[in-house]
């Protein structure tokens, strides 16, 4: 499990409470240790408290942006280093390797977990539900590089392409989205 959070939450978090260590999977300013959720390198009962900045409390929202697996999607995808494999189940503990690339994963976890709330009763996260999917991207985000460096689109070009997405995206986006965002709440039980 990674856990990330910006350098700036730290930054005023750490201005209250100086005796915190702050972890995260890739070096940021303001960090005190580079280190994945899976492999920490401390001894054991090394810290009195763990501190989560903004769990969820009943009502509260997950809001997660992944890479949407669309019959489009899926070809833009299959050029990406990371893999595309709908056959495995999401809410399901899998094999930890110690030894892997911490960016190495599957891009259709998200687009899996919301297929697993949509078929399924919640029997693994029972206070959490689906609240809704939105389909984006199915002009400007493939087009600018995604998070390249590069892009293929004009800046002058980027309004007038969402007006487009927004017009075209709800009849269109099940086929072509390329990237959704979903919301999940935790309800009392």
Same mark, same amino acid.
């Given at each position: 499990?990674?856990c990330r959070a910006n350098s700036r939450d730290w ?14 999977i890739v070096q940021m300013p303001n960090l005190d240790?580079? !280190? ?6 401390? =001894? ?8 989560? =900045?903004?769990?969820?409390?009943? &009502? ?14 899926? !070809? ?6 990371e893999s595309i494999d709908m056959t495995v189940d999401?809410?399901?503990? &899998?094999? +930890? ?15 899996? =977990? ?31 590089? &995604? ?5 293929? +689109? ?8 969402? !007006? ?8 269109? &986006?099940?086929? !072509?989205?390329?990237?959704? +965002? ?8």
């Open positions: 499990m990674r930054r005023w978090f750490k201005a209250y409470h100086d005796d915190i260590v702050s972890t995260d240790i580079v !280190c994945d959720a899976h492999r920490l390198p401390f =001894i054991p009962e090394s810290f009195l408290n763990v501190e989560a =900045i903004d769990v969820l409390p009943v &009502g509260g929202r997950l809001i997660v942006v992944e890479p949407a697996i669309t019959p489009v999607s899926r !070809c833009i995808y299959a050029l990406h280093e999401p809410l399901e503990d &899998g094999m +930890l390797t110690f030894d892997r690339d911490p960016f190495e994963a599957n891009q259709a976890i998200g687009t899996l =977990i919301v297929q697993h709330f949509q078929k399924e009763p919640q029997d693994k996260v029972p206070k959490l539900r689906l609240l809704s999917r939105i389909w984006n991207g199915l002009l400007v985000y493939p087009f600018s590089g &995604g998070f390249r460096t590069w892009s293929l +689109l004009p800046y002058w070009l980027v309004r007038p392409l969402r !007006c487009v997405e927004k017009r075209f995206t709800p009849l269109f &986006g099940k086929l !072509c989205a390329t990237r959704m +965002l979903i919301v999940f709440e935790k309800y009392q039980h």
